[in-house]
T-cell receptor, first 111, second 116 residues
Framework: DAKTTQPTSMDCAEGRAANLPCNHSTISGNEYVYWYRQIHSQGPQYIIH???NNETNEMASLIITEDRKSSTLILPHATLRDTAVYYCIVRGYNQGGKLIFGQGTELSVKP | EAGVAQSPRYKIIEKRQSVAFWCNPISGHATLYWYQQILGQGPKLLIQ????????DSQLPKDRFSAERLKGVDSTLKIQPAKLEDSAVYLCASSPLRAQRPEGYTFGSGTRLTVV
């Protein structure tokens, strides 16, 4: 699985968009980008995934660059409950097996 | 749908003691994972079961850690004897067999172990 690089921490004002970047320059053609988040004292929770097209669901949007070497998770209107550690993971789809987590980005949403 | 249940929620033990954690996955999920999460780090896989068989235990410190999943449902993870560096949150996750896709994984809230 390709390695990812994320900033250690970020702040965001409540109600504003939170844009979390992820670099994955060694991603291969059949690997997807997944995002998870982990709220304090809980297990990781799936947010969204994509291959090369931008994706949107009820939680977030995922923007993947054309060369697929980086992506951005967007929380359009961040709330205090979005304060969490966000993990970007790159892996093959339908591959089964373990998830390899990095250190993630600690997002603090401030009032 | 009930989530992944783990117990206990917290545990404090002295070094060299033994401890066991329990996990009840989502009903029907064939695959079960145990992850270790040290403070400030992302979760790291310790062992993966498919039904009651071990698929991957390459990161499990087998001299002190053991895990079993009898009857392919509940699972227990044991540490004997515990060391200070075992202080961590132990997360259990499960996923359906045919859809081992990350979006199908469900994690429990974990057991926080403190070894003193």
């Amino acid at each position: 699985d390709a390695k990812t690089t994320q900033p250690t921490s970020m702040d965001c004002a409540e109600g504003r968009a939170a844009n979390l970047p992820c670099n994955h320059s060694t991603i291969s053609g059949n690997e997807y980008v997944y995002w998870y988040r982990q709220i304090h004292s809980q297990g990781p929770q799936y947010i969204i995934h994509g291959l090369k097209n931008n994706e949107t669901n009820e939680m977030a949007s995922l923007i993947i660059t054309e060369d697929r070497k980086s992506s951005t998770l967007i929380l359009p209107h961040a709330t205090l409950r979005d304060t969490a550690v966000y993990y970007c993971i790159v892996r093959g789809y339908n591959q089964g097996g373990k998830l390899i987590f990095g250190q993630g980005t600690e997002l603090s949403v401030k009032p | 749908e009930a989530g992944v249940a783990q117990s206990p929620r917290y545990k404090i033990i002295e070094k060299r003691q033994s401890v066991a954690f329990w996990c009840n996955p989502i009903s029907g999920h064939a695959t079960l994972y145990w992850y270790q999460q040290i403070l400030g780090q992302g979760p790291k896989l310790l062992i993966q079961f498919q039904n009651n068989g071990v698929v991957d235990d390459s990161q499990l410190p087998k001299d002190r850690f053991s895990a079993e999943r009898l009857k392919g449902v509940d699972s227990t993870l044991k540490i004997q004897p515990a060391k200070l560096e075992d202080s961590a949150v132990y997360l259990c996750a499960s996923s359906p067999l045919r859809a081992q896709r990350p979006e199908g994984y469900t994690f429990g809230s974990g057991t926080r172990l403190t070894v003193v």
